[in-house]
């Protein structure tokens, strides 16, 4: 009769943690942060008032957001000896690998913000994260393309300064197109917090020991980049192209429902929404519109992904499983149609959730009644046995 699954801090394998950030409604595909629709948010805020909501609970005013926006503008350099970690990386490493190891790294320089018990340190950590991720991410991406690094802008919005890193070079400057601009903020604001998915559980369960938060966060990434979660975002899009056409969507369908195939439609199903999920519906119109913007009609990847989607919408299987579309199968046709290479799109996704990252790792930290995490198990093994001397083996 031992509840196996049951550690504190009241984790249990089915909730496994209080929290007021992030609500979903997987049966009705609703999720709401700090009570906001995400379809409100996507259409009428901004990345950085997101993570201002998500960070203090409410939405700011205009002198909060001001200040806000201020000091993380003022925290999107990194330490300057930080550009010789990249140099210790093969140019061909996957760029997640690359943010592993850097935003580690800062856990080894930014000392002034590692106490987890002083608020103010906290803060700081929170602004050097949600700041820097974005410059981290986009030299991970000009290093593995053999480009000088390009620093932050302090006149451009947080989505245009990514832009403008990934995409200026010295010999010429490169001009932020508001629309994408727009695209990219958006999706930033999908990705910024989903509630107790696999990778915050990690930064969660990391942080629990008390442990330097840019380790913590590093183990995010880490957790996000696996295929079954953020790394999905790469493999839809390398799948979508894969198919190539819609007359091939057929015998990729029935490999998706071939058990004894290992093969699974990515960005397709989830662990909560039953029903779509809110965040793919946005993605899929933001699809549309980038891609008339760039001129792009008749994208066939976009084809596929459409008409896959309607085909697996009217499978049984499909419809029995309550798979459905998630936040990964429209990102990776927005982004490739922006110039990023599918390697860069877990990057992406690790620097929007950051924000999410830190808002649950400072909720929990909070708590006075903290008790390090501590996942049981229902054990399996062998009874007790006794010891047997080699000469009788
Ligand atoms: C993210 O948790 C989060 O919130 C994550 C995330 C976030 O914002 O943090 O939303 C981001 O990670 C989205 C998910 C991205 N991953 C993918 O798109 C990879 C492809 N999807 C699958 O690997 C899968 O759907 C999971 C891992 C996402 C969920 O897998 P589960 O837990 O098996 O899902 P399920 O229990 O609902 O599956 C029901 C059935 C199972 O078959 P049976 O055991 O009942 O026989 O459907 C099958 C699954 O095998 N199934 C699929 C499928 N997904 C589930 N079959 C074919 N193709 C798929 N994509």
Same mark, same amino acid.
């Given at each position: 009769?031992?509840?196996?699954f049951?550690?504190?801090? =009241?984790?249990t394998?089915?909730?496994?943690c209080?929290?007021a950030?992030t609500?979903?409604?997987?049966?009705?595909?609703?999720?709401?942060h700090?009570?906001?629709?995400?379809?409100?948010?996507?259409?009428?805020?901004?990345?950085?008032e997101v993570?201002?909501l998500?960070?203090? @609970?409410?939405l700011?005013?205009k002198?909060?957001?001001d200040d806000?926006?201020n000091?993380?503008t /003022?925290h999107?350099m990194v330490h300057?000896q930080?550009?010789?970690?990249? /140099?210790g990386?093969?140019?061909?490493a996957?760029?997640?690998?690359?943010m592993?190891g850097?935003?580690?790294a800062m856990s080894?320089?930014?000392?002034?913000?590692?106490?987890?018990?002083d608020p103010?340190?906290r803060e700081?950590a929170?602004?050097?994260l949600?700041?820097?991720l974005?410059?981290?991410?986009?030299?991970?991406y000009?290093?593995?393309?053999?480009?000088?690094?390009?620093y932050?802008r302090?006149?451009?919005?947080?989505?245009s300064?990514?832009?403008?890193?990934c995409?200026?070079v010295?010999a010429?400057?490169?001009?932020?197109?508001?629309?994408l601009?727009k695209?990219?903020?958006?999706?930033?604001?999908?990705h910024?917090?989903?509630?107790?998915n696999?990778?915050?559980?990690t930064?969660?369960?990391?942080?629990?020991? =008390?442990?330097n938060?840019?380790?913590?966060?590093?183990? @995010?990434i880490a957790c996000?980049? @696996?295929?079954?979660?953020?790394?999905?975002?790469?493999a839809?899009?390398?799948?979508?192209r894969?198919?190539?056409?819609?007359?091939?969507?057929?015998?990729?369908?029935?490999?998706a429902?071939?058990k004894n195939d290992?093969?699974r439609?990515m960005?397709?199903?989830?662990?909560?929404?039953?029903n779509f999920d809110?965040r793919?519906?946005v993605?899929?119109e933001?699809?549309?519109e980038?891609?008339?913007l760039? =001129?792009?009609?008749?994208?066939?990847t976009?084809?596929?992904a459409?008409?896959? $989607?309607?085909?697996?919408l009217e499978?049984d299987y499909?419809?029995s499983?309550?798979?459905?579309?998630n936040?990964?199968?429209y990102?990776?046709i927005?982004?490739?149609?922006?110039?990023?290479p599918t390697?860069m799109f877990t990057?992406?996704f690790?620097?929007?959730?950051?924000v999410g990252?830190i808002?649950?790792?400072? $909720?929990?930290?909070?708590?006075?009644a903290?008790?390090?995490?501590?996942?049981?198990q229902?054990?399996?093994g062998?009874a007790?046995?006794?010891?047997?001397d080699?000469?009788?083996?």
């Amino acid at each position: 009769g031992l509840d196996v699954f049951t550690y504190d801090p =009241g984790f249990t394998s089915t909730a496994s943690c209080e929290s007021a950030i992030t609500f979903i409604d997987g049966d009705k595909g609703e999720l709401l942060h700090r009570g906001y629709p995400i379809e409100q948010l996507a259409e009428q805020s901004c990345f950085l008032e997101v993570c201002y909501l998500l960070l203090y @609970g409410d939405l700011p005013s205009k002198a909060q957001m001001d200040d806000f926006r201020n000091t993380v503008t /003022r925290h999107t350099m990194v330490h300057e000896q930080m550009h010789n970690f990249f /140099r210790g990386f093969r140019r061909d490493a996957h760029p997640m690998a690359t943010m592993v190891g850097v935003v580690g790294a800062m856990s080894a320089f930014y000392h002034d913000s590692t106490d987890i018990t002083d608020p103010h340190q906290r803060e700081v950590a929170s602004f050097r994260l949600i700041a820097k991720l974005p410059t981290i991410a986009a030299m991970a991406y000009k290093y593995s393309i053999g480009q000088p690094f390009v620093y932050p802008r302090n006149d451009l919005d947080y989505a245009s300064n990514f832009l403008h890193m990934c995409f200026s070079v010295p010999a010429e400057t490169y001009e932020v197109n508001p629309v994408l601009a727009k695209a990219m903020d958006r999706i930033m604001m999908l990705h910024a917090d989903h509630e107790q998915n696999a990778s915050t559980s990690t930064v969660r369960l990391a942080g629990s020991s =008390g442990a330097n938060p840019f380790a913590c966060i590093a183990a @995010g990434i880490a957790c996000l980049w @696996g295929p079954a979660h953020g790394g999905a975002n790469q493999a839809c899009l390398e799948m979508l192209r894969e198919i190539g056409s819609v007359d091939r969507i057929p015998e990729y369908i029935e490999k998706a429902k071939d058990k004894n195939d290992p093969f699974r439609l990515m960005g397709f199903g989830h662990r909560v929404y039953k029903n779509f999920d809110p965040r793919a519906k946005v993605m899929k119109e933001s699809a549309d519109e980038v891609l008339e913007l760039m =001129g792009i009609h008749d994208n066939p990847t976009l084809q596929v992904a459409k008409e896959l $989607e309607r085909i697996a919408l009217e499978d049984d299987y499909f419809i029995s499983k309550k798979l459905y579309p998630n936040v990964d199968f429209y990102s990776g046709i927005i982004l490739d149609a922006m110039g990023f290479p599918t390697a860069m799109f877990t990057p992406i996704f690790a620097l929007s959730r950051t924000v999410g990252w830190i808002s649950q790792w400072k $909720e929990m930290i909070s708590d006075p009644a903290l008790k390090i995490g501590r996942p049981r198990q229902l054990y399996t093994g062998p009874a007790r046995r006794d010891y047997t001397d080699l000469s009788s083996r």
